[in-house]
């Protein structure tokens, strides 16, 4: 209510001045002939005075006074002519009023009704604040968020595939403590659409593998139990994300869900900060960058950044990728080694003089692997942890790069 009477105020004090200034059409000093007037009547008297006294001869008073005074006639003839034209207010005038009126009154209000939110309570930005960490720590908890999605149709799947999950189900269930089995486990049931059975599987992988589990053992429980509750991140996948954190600081997926998370519960501009940075540190493969591409410029919407421009997309990874070996699999050796080679040396020149990912680092020691030319491919593996030194992500990319070119061991 506060504010619709100090705008009406405003408005109000606005339309009367124009509106009186356009009625009265005039100055309240009147018009400029009236100063000359006053001039002309100072002036006689002056010839007056001057006469009496003697300073001026009374022939040359009489005739000053002749002239002055047909001056005073001229001019007061016209300050009546003026006075008559602008004593009343034109009919252009009062048109005029009326339109300033409805505008600055009318349009005003019309406007603010169009755009604005009419009745809407006031929110300062501490409050704002307040309710979002309010909204942070008192949010849906992961079983509730799961209770309320829709049910859905198992997927159809070949019966004996079927038949070989039930059995390593019935195995893990003998057996809670084989780790391979729960990895196994929690892959399968991922593929058959079975996102809280895959992640109480990938539970239990976590607690065997206990210190040693990696950031990304905890990112695939994050993934999983965010699918499992719609895209929802809760209270208990924020834990999991943590526990990703403080292995991996720069772990992607883990600042993703964090991005998401935040612009879930209010704050969508810490949102659009983690999500943001993240994007232009993304390369091109990276499956993050696609959802943040197609959502991040509504995130900066609405959190009130008005200058943001969606950066161009990465350029695509350089070097040979797995489809590439894989297509080469029906040439002779001798042109899938050339094939190959050629794709490699021209990756580690470009690796030299520009830089790259991590990705790219990694696909030239599984390139390097695949040649056999383990000597080389270890020597990028060593020079690659140099360059990346602390970042995990990378790290753990280069690593299973290493693994698949046999240099080192899961």
Not at 59 to 65: C, M, S, T
Not at 273 to 286: G, H, T
Not at 288 to 299: E, S
Not at 304 to 316: H, K, R
């Amino acid at each position: 209510m506060l504010f619709w009477i100090v705008t009406g105020a405003v408005a109000l004090v606005l339309t009367v001045a124009l509106v009186a200034a356009l009625l009265r059409g005039h100055r309240e000093t009147g018009p400029a002939e009236a100063f000359d007037l006053q001039v002309y009547r100072d002036q006689l008297r002056e010839v007056e005075a001057d006469a009496a006294s003697g300073k001026v001869p009374p022939e040359e008073a009489e005739r000053l006074k002749t002239e002055i005074s047909r001056r005073l006639l001229a001019a007061d003839a016209k300050a009546r002519g003026t006075a008559a034209e602008t004593g009343q207010p034109q009919g252009a005038a009062r048109v005029m009023a009326v339109i300033v009126a409805l505008v600055l009154v009318g349009g005003g209000f019309g406007l603010y009704t169009y755009l604005g939110v009419p009745g809407y309570p006031d929110r300062p930005l501490q409050l704002r604040m307040e309710q979002a960490e309010a909204l942070l720590q008192d949010r849906t908890a992961q079983a509730e968020a799961e209770a309320r999605q829709p049910a859905t149709a198992p997927l159809d799947v070949p019966e004996d595939y079927a038949a070989l999950v039930e059995k390593l189900r019935a195995a893990v269930s003998e057996r809670p403590d084989d780790l391979q089995g729960h990895m196994l486990l929690t892959r399968h049931e991922a593929a058959l659409g079975n996102a809280r059975a895959a992640y109480t599987a990938q539970q239990q992988v976590i607690r065997l593998k206990g210190e040693e589990a990696e950031a990304q053992d905890f990112t695939d429980l994050a993934d999983l139990m965010i699918i499992a509750a719609g895209g929802y991140v809760s209270p208990e996948a924020q834990k999991v994300l943590e526990q990703a954190l403080s292995r991996d600081p720069d772990n992607g997926v883990a600042r993703f869900y964090g991005g998401l998370m935040m612009a879930q519960t209010g704050r969508p501009d810490l949102g659009f900060q983690m999500w943001n940075r993240l994007l232009r540190e993304s390369a091109a493969e990276d499956p993050r960058v696609a959802p943040i591409r197609a959502q991040i410029t509504d995130m900066a919407a609405r959190a009130g950044v008005t200058n943001f421009s969606l950066p161009e997309a990465p350029a695509p990874l350089r070097g040979p990728s797995a489809a590439d070996i894989d297509n080469a699999a029906d040439l002779s050796d001798e042109d899938r080694s050339a094939m190959i080679r050629g794709m490699v040396d021209g990756l580690l020149e470009r690796l030299a003089t520009e830089g790259g990912s991590p990705q790219e680092w990694a696909r030239a020691i599984s390139a390097l692997g695949v040649l056999g030319e383990a000597d080389r491919a270890g020597a990028i593996w060593t020079e690659g942890k140099t360059v990346f030194a602390g970042n995990q992500e990378a790290l753990a990319a280069l690593r299973d790069a290493a693994v698949s070119a046999g240099l080192a061991s899961e």
